[in-house]
């Protein structure tokens, strides 16, 4: 044995260099923020198959109230990761500069968040078609193609949820 | 040997400039991007990151509303055939594909990694 005293584990949040890279004084658990923001993404996709049903019934009224209730779901998802990206940087110093768990952490979060903004302008945009009366049964791809996109983006979220906050932290 | 009549009528669509300022519009976004992240980290007070940036995303949604607003108008003008219309439920399936991978790759460096993949391979967490 070479290294009797080694052991196989990385310091997740010591850095190498403190004094020139700080590390955080906490991560950001579960069960707070990320948790609100599964309910509110899982809901969501609900709301936007409901809209889709809607489509199926010809019932524009409906479509429009669910596209609605979709899209302010994904705003408040939003808003909330604002509130924790805040938090992370004022109350715990975990910044994109506190070493690697902080790096990864807005990577990860930061890219799904990118793409939650971008599956949200894509829904806004279907809300703008459906009220000038797009969409009908036969011919609504563009709906379902920003649904793909929201219900993937949906995914990745549950992946991040389990990867990044439960497991990570 | 398949016959002529065994295709579609295909419309195919005249030139047109707007993939010219898609591609100015992703390098200006990725190129002011860059350089924002390298501004933030050395504390720099530039302003020429997030301009560059913001200009880029500016080009692209233009470029994404009238790309779009055209597809739009040839659906309504009923120009797409079935097999148009399929390709199109490719075309998006494919995009999904390829941002799944995205995310696999990122995910699976983050899982491997010295660091944060110890927690999962070795149980340390």
């Known amino acids: 044995m070479i290294w009797p005293d080694y052991v196989p584990q990385w310091p997740l949040l010591d850095n190498p260099n403190p004094e020139q890279f700080a590390a955080p004084a906490g991560v950001i ?31 524009r009224k409906k479509i429009i109230g669910w ?15 604002a509130v924790e990206y805040y938090e992370a940087y004022a109350h715990y110093g975990l910044t994109l500069n506190s070493g690697i768990f902080g790096s990864t952490f807005f990577m990860l979060t930061g890219f799904h968040g990118a793409h939650v903004t971008i599956g949200t302008i894509m829904l806004i945009v279907m809300l703008g078609r459906a009220m000038k009366g797009h969409f009908t049964k036969t011919d609504c791809f563009g709906f379902e193609a920003a649904a793909w996109y929201w219900h993937f983006v949906d995914v990745v979220w549950l992946l991040l949820f389990v990867l990044v906050y439960i497991m990570g932290t | ?58 080009v692209m949604a233009t470029t994404l509303f009238f790309w779009f607003a055209k597809v739009i108008e040839e659906n309504h003008a009923k120009m797409y055939s079935q097999q148009m219309n399929k390709s199109f439920v490719w075309g998006m399936s494919w995009f999904i594909f390829s941002e799944v991978m995205f995310f696999c790759g990122v995910l699976r460096c983050t899982l491997l990694h010295p660091v944060l993949g110890c927690r999962l391979d070795r149980r340390c967490w």
Not at chain 1, 29 to 56: D, E, K, M, Q, R
Request: hydrophobic fraction near 45%.
């Open chain 1, 67 to 81: 596209l609605v209730a979709t899209i302010v779901l994904g705003l408040a998802f939003l808003v909330c990761q």
């Open chain 2, 1 to 58: 040997m398949a016959s002529d009549t065994t295709y579609e009528s295909y419309y195919v669509p005249h030139n047109s400039a707007l993939p010219i300022f898609a591609s100015l519009g992703i390098f200006l976004t990725v190129y002011g991007g860059g350089n924002l992240l390298n501004e933030m980290s050395s504390g720099s007070d530039s302003n020429f990151g997030i301009t560059v940036f913001l200009m880029g995303g500016l």
């Open chain 1, 29 to 59: 658990g579960p069960w707070g923020l990320p948790l609100v923001n599964t309910l509110l993404l899982v809901t969501s996709s609900f709301t936007v198959t409901f809209a889709h049903h809607a489509i199926n019934h010809g019932d």
